[in-house]
């Protein structure tokens, strides 16, 4: 029996109620598939912070390396900065494992009624291409005259060409395999003087690689207007770090799942272990309520499956979610208008499965 | 007789098409109110870039500075790159004549069906206030090792104390002269280290100064689904050049009205003139065809008219534009599902008025 082992670090918050519900399903669909997971719990937080000055051990990222994947809840605390939150546990992770993508799916899904009128199930179905290690998420910067009147900070982001080339070439192969060979790229060159005319321009050459594949390109201002006003014209979406996290929220914004909408955060050569997490955050307003939705959770270790190669599994589980979805008797948690709990949901999807 | 001195620049496209009509109604208007508006022409635009290898002459601003307001058209032409267009024309003008403020409505009109449902008329009504010269938008950075793999671009944004401060007591005060005490800031201060956790520390020492103001603030990512899933709750959102140009365009994409929304680039303390133009750009797909809709050229002129202190005149156009999209047996241009020109629907407004 083939065996992965797992890292799982629910996090802050209610991300410690929905993994519990995640690796439940994948219990249930390794037996259906004859595989096994195994699961090494980090309870990593920002409770972790409070009481040792950092979000995780010194040696963490070493102690993470050893595994197949990794699935993380949620990062983020009132009473923590979320830029020491996020900086010392999330984004470390993205970089030391260089999980260059981070990968998004925007879906209408059935039984979820989404805030754009007029769109039925398969008008919109895409997905967000995100550079996950470079860009507009940097450190690169500093404050000048602190305190003063003439006090400015820079902020420096960073493009280079192998990093802007791999996530364009990631994103041309995806459309290919989902036989929709169309890429949009997200830019801004006519405002943002250096690293979006190189965007553009390294997007030009990649495509040129790829003559079987049709391109887009829009300035993020109108693209985010596009996202509602047209999102049936979308079937890849690749964008740099900071328009891609932008685009994969506002996606599931458009079709009502912000609360269940999954992600990858990805190495494709797989030389380290990939993240899975939810897009959702903490919620440190339902938190110990037991009534998160886990399905963003659920939904990412589906991705996970895929990523190791267990398309079949990953497809069950989507399936599963999808089903339970669309039957108006099945439990519903309140963000979705019902009254279920956690566990309910969780234990419908597992069944389902 | 009170005389106003106006620049009118059409740009490119479809500006020199929709410009008439909104000098056409402000002489309208103008008359209604006993004030006289004497136009100085400029055909600055990419033409002028073909022809000369500059999109103005080298004492452009200073012909322009000696004006009381700018009304510009649209800028940008295939074959002319962005970043060379409007870092010619439009970017230089914002900057030299300290246009600090670029405020854009945000607002459901009669007559326009939005992308979101069970929305009315008043339900979404606010503005973005967006930082508008600094910030993001900067020539600061550059390209090392070109045509090498190991080439890489920089890219530097600036954030002064002043400029930060200015943009958001700004905001406060437009808060409390529309008697809606409320402002959000927008930050992503989770993922850019240096810049916004400064945005939020500025946002908060200013909030201070204004205690009869409630606060929000939300990062990008999130506050883009917000747009689109809670619009109503907004009523003035603060946000960098970068954020702000985004969120302004969203905006109007969620009501409908992106081929209509005016927008104010303006200098407070009227030390120099401040530019008003369409949120739209210069449209090659219908230059020349005279359809263009007119609205957002004349929406602009109505917001300059409040900026010279006509705040009367300034409503009367606005009222004048509600009550022509509320009317159905109006003229309306193609892209509000109508056949008229941009002159009948020009005309009309003008009539209302
Ligand atoms: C044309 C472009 C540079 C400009 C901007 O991004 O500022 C436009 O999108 C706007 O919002 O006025
Ligand atoms: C929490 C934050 C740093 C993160 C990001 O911006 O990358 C989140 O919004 C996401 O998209 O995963």
Redesign the interface.
């Known amino acids: 029996m083939q065996q992965y082992e797992l890292a799982v670090l629910p996090g802050d918050g209610i991300g410690n109620e929905v993994m519990p519900e995640a690796l439940r399903v994948l219990d249930v669909v390794g037996a259906k598939h004859g595989v096994r997971f195994e699961y090494r719990h980090f309870d990593w937080s920002c409770e972790t912070y409070k009481r040792t000055g950092a979000m995780m051990p010194a040696d963490g990222l070493a102690r993470l390396r050893d595994h197949d994947a990794i699935l993380l809840g949620a990062v ?1 605390w009132p009473g923590v ?3 020491i ?3 010392g546990l999330l ?1 470390p992770i993205r970089r030391e494992f260089d999980q260059y993508v981070n990968l998004r799916p925007v879906r209408l899904l059935p039984g979820v009624t989404p ?3 007029d769109k039925q199930p398969g008008d919109i179905d895409f997905w967000v291409v995100r550079e996950n290690t470079e860009g ?8 000048q ?1 602190e305190g ?15 990093g802007t080339d791999r996530i364009m070439r990631y994103a041309f192969e995806l459309a290919r395999k989902l036989g929709k060979p169309h890429v949009t790229s997200a830019t ?11 965007w553009d321009e390294r997007f030009a050459a990649i495509a040129a690689e790829y003559p079987d594949v049709t391109v887009d390109q829009d ?4 693209l ?6 047209s999102p049936e014209r979308f079937d890849v979406v690749v964008a740099s ?2 328009f891609g ?2 685009l ?3 996606g ?3 079709t ?1 799942t ?1 609360g269940v909408a999954p992600s990858g955060n990805i190495n494709p050569e797989r030389e380290c272990p990939s993240t899975f997490e939810p897009v959702h955050g903490s919620a440190p307003d339902i938190a110990g309520r037991g009534i998160a939705n886990p399905i963003g959770q659920i939904w990412s270790a589906a991705m996970m499956l895929d990523h190791l190669g267990l398309a079949e599994a990953g497809a069950d589980v989507v399936g599963a979610i999808e089903r339970v979805l669309a039957d108006p008797s099945a439990p519903r948690t309140p963000d979705l208008g019902g009254r279920a709990t956690t566990a309910d949901l969780g234990g419908a999807i597992a069944d389902a499965v």
């Open positions: 983020g900065p979320d830029h939150s996020l900086w984004l805030p754009v009128r507009e998420y940097s450190q690169l910067g500093g404050r005259g003063t009147p003439t006090e400015m900070v820079l902020q420096t982001a960073a493009f280079t060409r192998r801004k060159s006519n405002g943002i003087y250096h690293s979006m005319p190189y300035h993020i201002d109108i985010c207007a596009r996202f509602v006003m770090n900071l996290d932008i994969s929220d506002l599931p914004g458009v009502g912000i």
